[in-house]
């Protein structure tokens, strides 16, 4: 089922959960676990990263030598297994860096043999990695782009000429940023680029994470008044490390509220984690009663914080 559908449907607020693939030469039994744990929950759908291919340099007899890797691959089997084994939608990240168009296409005719409905198309982080491009390979720049390759697919326009023309039909989701993008000079104009996705085909939008809900509000109100009328689902992170602190916001460009980096940095190390799921727990129950239409947690490899957060939350 779409992602869309699932939302229309919904008799209850809906929790969905994003999770990242092993380490390359990692084991999968520890993922499936973690799968198994959220799977509790009843989530209707889950997200799964992708990572492009990414340079490093490393310090070697010869010198310093630069080397290709991708850290993660894995994300169209884990995919496979999160929908045929637990019978949960999983929703695949479609990125444009360390990817051509072609490849792109390859990976959506894939994810439809497997029956897979929905992607969240993203730009994803730039690695340092700019795939050389050969016979006539082209490559998606920002999230638009790729998003209007995948609505041109739905419509039966492929870049292989000599594909089968028959339309794809993928639920297509977009990032939105309620703090804005780190790159955008104003919240109005990041609305504006979240509108030109949607226009572009995106169905909903997911937010980055964020601490304070009335960006997520404010935000919404900004995109209704832009004209954007799709579901735009809250995207939350349970803060529960002292040294998050400094990492989100280098990271992720959001903002931890004064309150919250209070009761962090007086809290002794083994309450730290409960400073940060009573904070979220606050933040679900203001979020689903302002209207939002679910809560997406960033599990990323633990389940710990996000049981501790949804035994709390009566849904």
Not at 138 to 166: C, E, F, P
Not at 188 to 204: F, M, N, P, Q, S
Not at 217 to 245: Q, S
Request: aromatic share 8%; glycine share 6%; net charge negative.
């Amino acid at each position: 089922m779409k992602v869309t559908e699932h939302l229309e449907r919904a008799t209850r607020p809906l929790i969905s959960f994003e999770i990242i693939p092993p380490k390359r030469g990692g084991n999968i039994h520890d993922l499936l676990g973690l799968v198994e744990e959220l799977c509790h929950h009843e989530p209707p759908f889950i997200d799964i990263t992708s990572h492009p291919a990414e340079v490093v340099y490393e310090e070697t007899p010869d010198g310093i030598q630069r080397h290709v890797k991708r850290k993660r691959p894995g994300t169209l089997g884990v995919c496979a297994l999160i929908q045929n084994k637990f019978n949960v939608d999983a929703v695949p990240h479609v990125l444009c860096h360390g990817f051509t168009q072609q490849e792109t296409e390859d990976f959506l005719i894939e994810l439809r043999y497997l029956d897979i409905d929905n992607v969240l198309a993203i730009r994803g982080d730039d690695k340092g990695y700019r795939k050389p491009l050969r016979d006539g390979r082209t490559r998606n720049v920002y999230a638009i782009d790729l998003i209007k390759q995948i609505s041109a697919m739905n419509q039966g326009q492929w870049l292989d000429a000599h594909m089968d023309s028959s339309a794809t039909d993928f639920c297509v989701g977009c990032s939105g940023y309620p703090e804005k993008h780190f790159e955008a000079p104003n919240l109005a104009a990041d609305v504006r680029r979240t509108k030109e996705k949607v226009e572009a085909g995106a169905e909903y939008i997911v937010t980055q994470m964020f601490f304070e809900n009335r960006h997520y509000f404010d935000y919404v109100k900004a995109c209704r008044e832009a004209g954007i009328t799709v579901p735009i689902i809250p995207g939350l992170k349970v803060l529960t490390a002292r040294r998050h602190l400094r990492s989100i916001p280098s990271v992720f460009h959001c903002d931890i509220p004064e309150a919250l980096s209070r009761e962090i940095e007086a809290a002794d190390k083994k309450h730290v984690f409960d400073v940060g799921v009573a904070w979220a727990v606050q933040q679900v129950r203001e979020l689903l009663e302002g209207g939002a239409p679910s809560v997406h947690f960033y599990v990323m490899q633990s389940a710990k914080a996000v049981n501790a957060v949804l035994a709390q939350i009566d849904i």
